[in-house]
């Protein structure tokens, strides 16, 4: 079986998603692996492909024209590629770009496509997929005939990837030329606020729930008694009650704390795509059925308001 990932970079730093995809691509069996990069010149292509030991071949689309994410032409190198190369399987990360190009290459190859996808078996030419639907609420098991596309959610496959020695071929393709009127105008770092979550060692991560910030000095006692940091979840953050530096999540920081306490936040797919590698998370909520539940090492169906003080008293006092 003939597996084609796209790689999600920014300068030639790969996504840890897309180790993801290459540790699944060999988990499922495929005979070979290539990997698809589009970059703005060669230096970053080699530098992509030194860090893919565990693939075969660096299809590489190498021009100033990708100096940036332009849709419409990485899109366009994709279904090229699909095109020449014929894969059996095609996997692509539940990243911006894996969104946008996803549907886009399924329409253009005429092969079906399984979103949000969580796990993965290959059965007598079958792609045997577990997706995430309603925000994680409901797994839909899903037997699509292969060929087919699978867009993979970040954080739900281990990276180990299988310890080869060599590096990767290149081989380049012609890039195409962008048609569309995109052009980007300036892409801009989100401002830190002086706080760098991803260095956090615990973090206590409070949801809507909050419904405000006249409570918040509960979450900000409890995380000074442990010495953590305090993070939200997207609402807490679009409501104003925390900075955007403290928000976790796919389109906030991605975090891997020894400890992470998180209160009154259901779960979605978008969260846990931040914190699901947190070496033990702990979930309360007032929901039994929340979707954390089914990811937190330990949890209690409780009052967030009753417990969080409580914890932080036992915790001052030890006992
Ligand atoms: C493209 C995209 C990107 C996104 N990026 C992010 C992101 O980076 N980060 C992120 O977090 N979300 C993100 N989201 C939003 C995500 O889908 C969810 O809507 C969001 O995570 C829900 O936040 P929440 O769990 O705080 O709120 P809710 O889903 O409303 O959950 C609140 C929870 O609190 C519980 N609760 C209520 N009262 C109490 C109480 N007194 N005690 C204990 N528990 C209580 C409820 O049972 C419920 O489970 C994104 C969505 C999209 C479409």
């Known amino acids: 079986m003939k597996t084609l990932v796209y790689v999600d970079h920014v300068d030639g730093v790969i996504a840890d998603a897309t180790f993801e995809l290459v540790a699944l691509a060999q988990s499922v069996g495929s005979s070979s692996v290539e990997a698809l990069v589009c970059a703005g010149n060669e230096e970053i292509v080699e530098k992509v492909a030194a860090q893919l030991p565990g693939i075969e071949n660096v299809i590489a689309a190498s021009s100033s024209e990708f100096e940036n994410y332009l849709p419409n032409l990485h899109l366009q190198c994709l279904n090229e590629t699909i095109e020449l190369k014929n894969p059996d399987l ?8 894996g969104v946008d190009m996803g549907s886009g290459a399924a329409y253009a190859s005429n092969l079906p496509l399984v979103c949000y996808v969580t796990e993965m078996t290959i059965e ?12 994680g609420k409901l797994v839909a098991n899903v037997k699509t005939p292969l060929p087919a596309i699978a867009v993979v959610m970040p954080g739900a496959i281990k990276s180990d990837l299988a310890k080869k020695d060599t590096t990767p071929a290149i081989e380049t393709i012609t890039t195409p030329t962008d048609t569309t009127n995109i052009k980007v105008v300036e892409s801009l770092q989100p401002e830190s606020g002086g706080i760098d979550l991803t260095k956090a060692e615990r973090i206590v991560c409070i949801g809507r729930a ?11 006692e409890l995380a000074n008694t442990l010495d953590a940091e305090v993070a ?9 009650w ?5 928000q976790v999540g796919k389109s906030g920081t991605k975090v891997k704390p020894k400890l992470y306490l998180m209160a009154g936040v259901s779960g979605a797919a978008e969260h846990l795509e931040g914190m699901s590698d947190s070496e033990l998370i702990i979930a ?3 929901d039994e059925q929340a979707p954390i539940f089914s990811k937190a090492h330990y949890g209690a169906v409780c009052d967030m308001f009753h417990v ?5 008293e036992r915790l001052q006092n030890n006992s």
């Open 124 to 135: 007598a030419s079958e792609m045997v997929t577990a997706s995430q639907v309603y925000g």
């Open 308 to 312: 969080l003080p409580v914890l932080t």
């Open 90 to 97: 095609v996997l692509l990360s539940y990243s911006t770009s």
């Open 232 to 240: 939200g979840s997207r609402p807490v953050i679009d409501a104003g």
């Open 242 to 246: 925390l900075p955007k530096a403290r």
């Open 210 to 220: 909050l419904g405000g910030t006249e409570k918040l000095p509960i979450v900000e």
């Open 284 to 286: 309360l909520n007032s």
